[in-house]
């Protein structure tokens, strides 16, 4: 079976969300399928892990094309050199009120749609027309967001009769970082109709969680049938060789305990009752440290002023991703924040699979609770509660190896086919 996945991220882009397609690619090539790639040429605003290219076999067919990327534009807007990294925290935050900020915010939220990532629609559909017409392809699978992809996926589909498969790795048109952010209600009006075209034009839909798939079907009854949900998932092959399952539950206070989280933390993401109890510890004698892998917001890093946990907090910022995962592995608790009901983070499963206690914050988040209780891993808390029995010996996180690993992408490989299949 040919598939052709449209992804805008792709080694040796540093985003998380490719980890998702480049593991599920690698495990459909064991499973009689041929998956083509199609992606950008020169991505720009990630970082970079050139680490993930020796996850790419040279033999797949990888189809790339141009993309006019906005944020180059920004970068100039703001004041920033060329060369110099745009923070994604940074790019959509609230605390910056320079008018530059305010104005380049506001055209990415009312003219980008549905996405900052529109500039790659025609040379995609451009390469792609170019390739099937020669080449026979059997399904169209596309990850979102961006969901430029799913556009791209829905005109291809029209143009050559191809079913189309997009995958919602994160809601469209209300997806949480829109909260407080103004876009007018043309723009809002536009991005529900090329959602709801997506959607009804699809062979079938495909959700990373269910409260997510629960949410659509609400909006979109029409397509209740025709969907279905695959975990994001991890890779076990990724964690060969590392300390998983090493829960301590014995420290002692004279020694250092590590919080760490890796990925992306936003304004509204700020567990501040976590501060708020590490700060306290601290003056009680106990020894903390924190880290942030990835980019952290201007609200977070004030909050950690605040509470004057400064001199106990590094920031190495990104790191390729076999160097997060060993990160993972040395700290005592691993922290994550669901700050909404349909989303379960992709680092939760890594997190999952690394064995450490979870301190996971969200509010009304019943589907990391459960699968935080599934797998005995960790607790979830509100952002409004207080957090003091997670550093206590008798905070119970007791990792189910048996349930973890259903979570492996060469099962979640597998569910694909059938989907694509049935």
Known sequence: MKILFITYYWPPSGKASLHWPLDIITHLHNLDCEPIILTTKDETFTEKDESLLDKVDPSWVTI????????????????????????????????????????????RLNLFIPDARVGWYFTAVRKAKEFIRKNKIEAIVSIGPPHTTHLVAKKLSNKFSIPFFPVFIDPWVDIVYYKNLKRSSLTKRIDKNLEKSVVDNAEKIIFVTNSMKDDYVRKYPQIKEKSFVLYWGFNEKDFEGLSLNSVNKEKELSEEKVIVHAGNIFDYQNPEMLWKEVSHRIKSGEKFKIKFIGTISPAVKQSIKKYNLEPFTEYPGFLPYEKMLLELSKADYLLVCATEKRHVPGKLFEYLRIGKPIIAFGDDNEEVQQILKDTKSGRLFRYDEEVREVFEKQFDVSPDLEAIKKFDRKNIAEGLIKILNS
């Open 64 to 107: 790339k094309s141009n993309a006019l990327e906005p944020f180059n534009i920004y970068r100039k807007f703001i004041g920033k050199k060329k060369n110099e990294k745009l923070i994604a925290s940074e790019t959509i935050s609230t605390e910056n009120k320079s008018l530059a900020h305010r104005i380049s915010l506001w055209i």
